[in-house]
């Protein structure tokens, strides 16, 4: 059994049952004497190999709580069985770059809001198999062919199906597959998964405060549409007006066009962590809503709801 601290320190001060000194080990006592817990994680890839994520911290609460060093994040509010903790730590350094067209209009919006939200869910089975679905959120949709399809909100998301790579420790996981979509659930879908050898397709980036590789994903010029290549967006449509850029071209800092927005992770649907949107900047808006998505801006003709597309898995089927 694991002490809470204070009660380590009160259970240790009076000795043995008469007050005098005990050979017995106190709480107290395996308290001073194991180790802190400090947390370490690395992002790593070997070149076009899978991205990798290693840390000391484990992936299953079950496994944290069993951990020798105090003090380590084991909490799971969520009740997934995943560490929540671990959990924010996959979001934080897995959760990609967005390099955006040198004609898309957030750039210049001072008003645009940009989050990502993110849900870290295990799936069925003995092995660490874990979706992490993250939906880009967008103040606005500023539409194509002079903002003939524009609407309040837009709703985009990707995802990494994360495993345990070999000889990886119990936090320890690369990414399995990855998905991107656009346009998703419409005649023009453009949904695509990256696993086995086409995730040497992925592309990374030095993260801007770490250096280490962070995954790019490239949105379409104002109607963000995500994509794992510049080719793969630009090859979509040659239909002026309905084509999608992405990508800075010509420009003199192209690093002025990279956004790497905060994550916040939602929980699960029956233990949610967050909801209300207003204090992210969507006000009027929920996480786990199954009406529209508007922003934070209301009105009608928004973007699609965020429920489903936290609970649909992406890489489910055979």
């Not at 059994?1 to 008469?18: E, F, T």
């Amino acid at each position: 059994m694991r002490w809470p601290a204070a009660l380590a320190i009160v259970a240790g001060c009076g000795g043995g049952p008469s007050g005098g000194p005990t050979d017995a080990p106190t709480p107290r006592d395996a308290a001073v004497d194991a180790p802190a817990f400090a947390l370490r994680a690395t992002v790593t890839r070997a070149g076009t190999g899978p991205l990798t994520l290693a840390t000391n911290l484990p992936a299953r609460a079950a496994a944290c709580a069993a951990l020798p060093e105090v003090g380590a994040p084991c909490a799971d509010v969520d009740g997934d069985g995943l560490t929540d903790a671990w959990e924010d730590l996959a979001l934080d350094r897995l959760r990609p770059l967005l390099r955006f067209d040198e004609d898309e209009q957030l750039i210049g919006d001072a008003g645009a809001v940009l989050r990502q939200l993110g849900r870290v869910t295990p799936r069925a089975g003995a092995d660490l198999d874990v979706v992490a679905i993250i939906v880009l959120a967008y103040s606005l949709d500023y539409g194509s062919c002079g903002g003939f399809t524009g609407h309040h909100g837009d709703s985009e998301r990707v995802a990494l199906r994360l495993g345990t790579p070999a000889g990886g420790g119990p936090g320890d996981v690369e990414v399995v597959a990855a998905f991107t979509t656009g346009h998703e659930g419409t005649s023009n879908d453009q949904s695509r998964i990256f696993a086995g050898a086409d995730r040497a397709q992925l592309v990374t980036a030095p993260d801007p405060q770490r250096g280490e590789p962070r995954w790019v994903v490239y949105p379409s010029a104002d109607k963000h549409a995500t994509y794992a290549t510049i080719a793969l967006c630009e090859g979509v449509s040659v239909v002026p007006c309905f084509d999608e850029d992405c990508a800075p071209d010509g420009v003199a800092d192209p690093a002025a066009y990279d956004r790497l927005p905060p994550v916040a992770n939602v929980g699960e649907p029956g233990r949610r962590r967050i909801d209300d949107l207003a204090p992210l900047g969507f006000p009027g808006d929920s996480a786990w809503g199954a009406g529209e998505f508007c922003g934070g801006l209301g009105g009608t003709g928004c973007s699609s709801g965020l429920l489903g597309k936290f609970t649909a898995d992406p890489f489910a089927g055979p």
